[in-house]
């Protein structure tokens, strides 16, 4: 393989798992906006929704199938669901904890984050569990590089999911109160913005987005567990920084960057893919150093 | 019967009473405004009017329904809308967006069309747009600075886009809180046209908080005096200026010049 090969091959690699991190990262960027809440059961959130997932093609593959159709519908179901799931925790956990001082609720962020891997630890036992639908290896060659279907449906699939949450957000009633609520909670209820009723949906749409890309993490890699919405919940919130948190583009692109810096970054000598992590982990350092808004945030200034 | 209708509001923080025993009334059509030195508790009931702070007691009857335990949102969704001291638009939205975030509490179409980008959602959102359009045009903003940042525009031009976001609320009561403060002599002039045209053309009744007493004399119906939280006078201009206890609830205060005005 020529330098070329590997360095176009990565770049596909990166662009695939650039959208993973770019989906979760905006569920954690749209609550941070709305809500000023770092939602630490993110990324568990998104484990939840692989299981639902994996629950949701059970339950159709007797109808369509485990092929295309299938996982396909299988993510819808599993972004209806768990969105709701993400709207009923927001309702117990968060809503009573507002007005709190800012500590308390990230610490009820956490311990929702506790709840939710120990419950699916003890309902399923710990165990790997195989999500394998029939998507086959099949693929296209690009010259010396090879793409296969299943990463061409992903990246279409993410990126689908990103214009829809685009447009609602620039364009529609409820998109435009969020932005509103993000920048002024006080005066958008005094305009008659029902706050509670944006927050709600804000979570609905933020989960769904995790909830889809569990489900397709699920299907692409071939088995989850509980575990597995740590380590993408931190990088997503690496890539929500990257990007400027509380930024929807900035999202989008610090996960984009994220994918591309860690595909990359395991080619340079002497960085394997064991060191990966700590690749992505010292960006996110070296971010906070220079450039604390990340890439396409702004700076806040607080008014007294 | 009067449109808005306060009887009896106190309120009070920590021991604090910002409002005692309050009665007020505005007429539906009518232009009326709120005075009294500074920190007589103007602001604050503006606040209570909105559901914003909860008076302990008292009634706040607004179109024959009580309003003193709703949320700020539903006040607004029952036709009360209003600015602020200081403007408040929201950062990074444009001037068109700003306005249309006022037609929130009159859209129908739930979050689940919306999502969806349904039909219906599509007419509704082109019937914001009007509305948020209407409205800009009433207050004389060139659509070139529609799509402009709010917070961009200069400052006699934000005050304009904020009345026009707190009109497409589709209030039947707007309150202004001190909508002149920081505006050239001919921008008051403006106002004072802008104001009569609110009600005239659209029969919003206006009730303003202001300090400039010559504004105020000149376009109000009734003025109501508060000082110390408390009302001490209510009447037509002429009636106010001729008042003893206004002019000594002046006098002394950081508004003496507001007194030789009187």
Known sequence: MTLTTILLQQLVNGLVLGSFYALVALGYTMV??????????????????????????????GAVGTSWVGVGLAILLSMLAVGFFGVFIERIAYAPMLKAPRLSILITALAVSLVL?????????????????????????????FINYKQIALAGAAAVLMLALELFVSRTQYGRAMRAVSVDKDMSELMGIDVNRIIAVTFFVGTALAAAAGTMAGAYYGSIWYFMGFLIGLKAFTAAVIGGIGSIPGAMLGGLVLGLLESFGTQIPGIGSAWKDVFSF????????????????????ERM | MALLDLKGVSLGFAGNRVLQDVSFAVDAGAIASLIGPNGAGKTSLFNSITGFYKPQRGSIVFDGVETRRMKPHQVTRAGIARTFQNVRLFREMSVLENVMSGQHCRSRAGAIGAVLHLPAQQREEAHIHDVAAGCLRFVGIDPAEWERDATTLAYGHQRRVEIARALATEPKLLLLDEPAAGLTKGEKAELVTLIARIRDERGVAVLLIEHDTGLVMSISERVSVLDHGVMIAEGTPREIQANPRVIEAYLGSEDAEAALAL
């Open chain 1, 32 to 61: 941070f906006g709305v809500v000023k809440l770092l939602n630490f059961a993110h990324g568990d959130l998104y484990m939840v929704g692989a299981f639902i997932g994996l629950l949701a093609l059970s339950l159709v593959a």
């Open chain 1, 117 to 145: 891997q120990n419950g699916v630890l003890s309902l399923t036992g710990g165990q790997v569990m195989p999500f394998s639908p029939k998507l086959g290896f099949a693929g296209i060659n690009l010259g010396d590089i």
């Open chain 1, 282 to 301: 010292s960006v996110l350092i070296l971010v906070l150093v220079f450039k604390p808004t990340g890439l396409l945030g702004k700076s806040e200034q």
